[in-house]
């Protein structure tokens, strides 16, 4: 009984996943579905999603940053 | 790399990345990092903060592990691509703690509840990303943004878990990360979207399970069970409320059958080797219910029929015996071998009566059904209808019968109802758009509100048989609280009582108007080859008599409907009736300008004045009141008895008319419009309103039943009664509005007396001093007829007798003509007749030419010149004096000649004043005072016409009194001819002039004799006379006599006897001719009509001729 719950609520998250997934592709979040996950599970952890926002924000502009650097770098 | 951290203002809502960058974080970055990174971020920050950061601080804040440090090294690794290898460690460490360090912050913030975001804020955002993608024509991402959206909400609520890994209550959360992270749409996420729409439209099927698969994977597919005869479905009859679309289940079995078929998907091929059990578990529950139903389908043989045992005998106790062993027995009786041969069972089917009782409700309301059959315009039973089993044929077939009467009588009234509105629509699309002003013969508004009022009764009836079969329904579903008989005899009972013979009646009337009696389509195309206005009356009165006929039988409910359906048929007319009273009669000037009636309309606009080139006078010719619009006159070639104002208006129809045109006229004179409006539609009610009003006082008695009331309201009489009464004060308004105008704004009373003192010369001032100046001219023998001449003098009178004072006419207006041509004009001398080319016009103005056209005023010319004609003659005689103290020798002749003159004189004299005094001044009198209470300009003009009748009969001028008229003027011809003889005989041409109050007798003159042998006699025993003595000599003036005296010396005997003679001849003519006129006139004074106590007055006076 327990593992149909279980199975069910798992479920049940996977869809809510999927739609979210869905959504943040169509407002082109350039979210993959495993960082998505993460994220979601973040937030109901209790992260802030504003400054979760933000954090990811400015990691992608220090990765692309950073991966500029290293090309540059290469090619001298 | 440089992780920012959120400062400490900025807790709940970190604005931009900048601000999350603290200022300290510069001396947390280890030196090396700096040294990596040469991005734009480093530049904007001074390269010494590198160098003065201690290295150390890493070491200590690293070591610091919080709960998020995992999650955030994931969330580093998936983003960034780093990991904790050797080559990124330093930079990975960094970001996770900048991650760290951010979320920590923030996140014990929100697990302490502060206020995040809620659902509504997302739906406006989401909302607003969705409006975005719409404006800028990325439809497909706006629609699947939508989608998605409502997806996850209806997601939510259907998820209440509290254990849910992801909690509903964190949704906007989540949603506002996707925001907050949302980018401008690019190609990937358009072609996701698409996709995505694509997958929503065409979902996946959900896996299969095993369960079913193994249970339904072979035999069923095989078994009699699937043989689905898909024929029978697909091609069920209409009747199947499977085919409805008032039941819920037309899909059901387009699907089934389809199911059953597994027809190929296009979208989804894969459908057609892999069946899931869930949706073939749909199908066969479809299918179940598709044969549950089909069961029910009494209408098909062999699915709900009564089991009969053709073999039990009858039995009393058991009604259901009796059709089977009826039909036994016939068949038996009629074709012993073919009944045995035969089983009945395979020709015979029985359905319940309640099934039988529905057919029969769908054919009364013209749908198909399988008992009677709509054939030959009519409804027949049919052959192949199932039985039931307790009727025998013939009875069944009787009711049915019956029945389809019935159900005949209601379609063909559905039908004409049909055509009619079909025509309506058709006519007033078409024809009004491509030949507004082509007449060509179309449905009337009439017929229209009748087709209307019959499709309103025929819902009722519709409405009636809807609630019997819905009444069968709830009590065959148990819901009916009432026991409900259900009986193919009840329900032809209710028929007949409530609605078949309403529409029989109507039936009846739809017939008399057509006056064909074939099948409703002839009928129909028969009405619009018959003028419109025909059609309406013709309609209208048959449906009132046909309602006062079954108001008179005490049916009632007939009667009822039949009061409906007039009513709402008469709205048209009443409304047309509506309109001309408040708009009025149009002007006539221009032809189809707005002001047309309709065809149906009982009063109609001739074009009368229309001339060559469409144009004429219109409104200002003095025949447009009387002739511009009239009561139609509906009899043509082919109806010759046709009439066109219904019965009930026709005692208003003339009123409406003159009120019409008085309207019209009021707004010609522009005057008092907006009170005629006041007045004439203030209180205006429908017709509907207007019979249900009481019936007046006078009419109703206390006793007066409902039925009476009806009956009242029903015959023409009372009808008209109360359209009158209804109609009467408007009209009576306009009329004395009208009136008043007429006398008070266009001088009627001036003109009229100005007419009458000329015409009937009451002014005889002026009048009496013209004719003597005319009069001298025709003493002189000048041209009196002059129409210079004539006008001229007129105009002196009026000026001369106006000195001082205001003229009592403007000559102008006064135009004397004289058309009798020279020859006559000379003939004065010797016939009064010479007078009758005199005519007299005159120019009234606008609108009084309606009261007094050219006509009116010819008749006018006539009684004037009858006037001048008698004074003419008065005049002659009064110039004749005899003065005889000289002629002794002659006294004789004297005494003759002055008793001659004595009896013309009285009897001018006595005519004279009868004309003035008893005709003119009389008439006139009762006249002014009739004219004072006209309350329309119709009453006037009838009153003027009956006045201006009265003295023409009077002055016996009319056809009918022509003899005594000539007589008259026989007379008159005698005095004048007395007058030339005297002047011939006593030789003195001077005795005309008027300056001289005496007259001497000289030598006649050679032409005076000439004059004299010219003489034309006034009838023809009084030529012969003349002709006798024109051999007569000469006279002679004695000379004696100061004024006037026969010249008794110079006059031989001979000539003596034959003047003598003369005079005594014309006055055995007079004395006949005044006999006659005396004869006459008692006759007339002995008649019965209105003018013999008037020509008793002169019959009185007459009497004294002979005395």
Known sequence: MSTTKEARRLDSAQQTLDILYDISQLLNTQLDKDTLATCIGMIESGVNPEALAAVIQELRRESSSLNQTNNRQARQ | MIPSSSSGNSYGRPSSSASLRPPSSASRRPGSSASQRPSSALHARPPSSASMRPSSRLSQRAKSRSRLTPVCQTLVAQITGMDNSALHAENFNTAVEFAVQNLEATSLVNLKGSVGVDMSTMDKQIRGHVEKAKIQLRKSLGQALETAYRQLKAGMAHTHDLDEDIKMAHMPDHLQLLIKLAMPPDEASLIYADKYLDRVSNPPLPTPELTWKDILADEPFEGEHWNYDHSDSGSSPSLSPLDSDDLQFPDDSSSSADDLQDAPSPIEPETRTAPDASSRRQRFEHRQMLEELQKQQYWHKGRLDIPVNFNRPFDVGDPSTFGPSIHQALARTHDKEAALNLDASEREWYIEEVHAVREVLFALQGRKNILLDWNTHKYLPSERSPKLVHLSLSSQHSILSSLGLAATVVRQLREFAAFILSQSRSTSQIAQTLQPHDHKPRVTRTLEAFADALSREIRVFDAWCAAREDDICRAQGGVSEEEVVISLLATETAVMDQFNRPFVALREVVGKITNVDQNQETEARCLLS??????????????????????????????????????????????????????????????????????????????????????????????????????????????????????????????????????????????????????????????TELLTTPIPHGHQTEGQTALEKIQLALSPDTLSRLVYDELFPHCKATGSILARVLVEECGLRTHLSTIEGFYLM??????????????????????????????????????????????????????????????????????????????????????????????????????????????????????????????????????????????????????????????????????????????????????????????????????????????????????????????AFAGDTSMHDISRLSISVGHRSKRLKRQRGNVIGFSQSFRSLVSLDSDSDEAEDDGDSPSFSLGATSMTSGEDDNFLSRVEAMSNELNGLVRFVRRGVESLAGGVGEAAPTFGVLAFTLEDWDS
């Open chain 2, 530 to 687: 018959v003028p419109a206005a025909v059609i309406t009356v013709r309609l209208l009165d048959s449906l009132l008599d046909s309602a006062q006929r079954h108001t008179e039988q005490e049916d009632t409910p007939t009667a009822e409907v039949l009061k409906r359906v007039f009513t709402t048929t008469v709205e048209p007319v009443w409304g047309m009736t509506h309109k001309w009273l408040k708009d009025g009669m149009g002007l006539g000037l221009t032809q189809g300008q707005g002001d047309e009636l309709e065809e149906e309309f009982f009063i109609e606009g001739t074009g009368l004045t229309i001339g060559m080139m469409g144009m004429g006078m219109g409104l200002l010719d003095p025949e447009f009141w009387s002739e511009g619009y009239v009561l139609r006159e509906g009899a043509d070639d082919v109806l010759q008895e046709a009439k066109t104002v219904p019965a009930f208006f026709k005692h208003a129809a003339s009123l409406v008319l003159g009120a019409g045109k008085a309207n019209g006229l009021l707004r010609a004179l522009g005057m008092a419009t907006s009170l005629t409006d006041q007045v004439a539609l203030g209180t205006w009610r429908s017709f």
């Open chain 2, 762 to 983: 009451r002014r005889g001032d002026v009048m009496s001093h013209f004719q003597d100046l005319i009069f001298a001219k025709m003493d002189n023998q000048q041209g009196w007829a002059d129409f210079h001449a004539l006008n001229t003098v007129f105009s002196d009178v009026i000026e001369m007798n106006s000195l001082g004072a205001t003229k009592w006419m403007e000559p102008s207006l006064m135009r004397l003509s004289y058309r009798g041509g020279k020859e006559k004009e000379r003939s004065i001398a010797r016939s009064i007749k010479a007078i009758d080319g005199l005519t007299a016009e005159y120019a009234i103005p606008f609108p009084l030419t309606y009261i007094f056209p050219p006509k009116v005023l010819q008749i006018y010319s006539e009684i004037f010149v009858f006037l001048l004609q008698i004074r003419r003659a008065k005049t002659v005689l009064e110039k004749i004096l005899v003065r005889g103290d000289g002629a002794k020798h002659f006294q004789s002749g004297i005494k003759v000649f002055y008793s001659m003159r004595s009896r013309l004189s009285w009897f001018i004299n006595a005519l004279l004043n009868f004309l003035t005094t008893y005709v003119i001044n009389t008439q006139v009198a009762s006249f002014h005072s009739a004219l004072t209470t006209a309350a329309s300009l119709d009453e006037m003009i009838d009153l003027h016409s009956s006045h201006l009748e009265k003295l023409q009969g009077r002055c016996l001028l009319q056809p009918s009194t022509s003899a005594l008229h000539r007589a008259i003027l026989s007379v008159l011809d005698i005095a004048i001819n007395f007058s030339a003889r005297f002047a």
